[in-house]
């Protein structure tokens, strides 16, 4: 497999910045940096983007999410490894990643279940990271960018 172009945020460098800034603020928003990873992977996962796959699961790895937890964030659902909150972060994730499937993707009833574990920044950083993350899928996905390449 080739990539197809360098990312589009790296031929454009001046867009790598900003949006490395995003990131840095979304792990500021005061939810632990496992749940962020977990949340960026799983949207990764969702989106098909090999290369945010990739650098999610080493991410997670380093943030101090087990190889077992790893390996089960595709089935969250159906593994005993994630805790309520994890839980309440990853459905907001796929929610908020799958906004075509139906007409009320993000429900009130979801919205709510996530705010009873996260405050208003928390959330705010948890929506920051699902946003950027589905951003960088779409750039790496359509120029096909390579699992461990980077740029």
């Not at 589009?8 to 990131?23: K, T």
Request: charged share 20%.
């Amino acid at each position: 497999m080739r990539s197809r172009m360098r990312n589009p945020a790296v031929v454009l460098s001046d867009a790598m910045q900003p949006i490395q800034e995003i990131f840095a603020v979304a792990h500021s928003g005061g939810v632990d940096g496992q749940t962020l990873e977990l949340v960026h992977l799983r949207v990764s996962q969702i989106n098909g983007c090999s290369a945010c796959v990739n650098a999610g699961a080493e991410a997670a790895l380093e943030a101090g999410v087990s190889s077992e937890r790893l390996a089960a964030v595709a089935a969250w659902r159906e593994a005993p490894y994630f805790s309520a909150r994890e839980r309440a972060a990853l459905a907001l994730a796929e929610a908020a990643t799958r906004l075509a499937d139906r007409p009320d993707s993000v429900s009130d009833e979801l919205w709510d279940a996530a705010a009873t574990y996260f405050d208003e920044k928390q959330l705010a950083a948890i929506v920051l990271m699902i946003g950027v993350t589905n951003m960088f899928n779409r750039l790496n996905a359509t120029t096909r960018q390579i699992a461990g390449a980077r740029g």
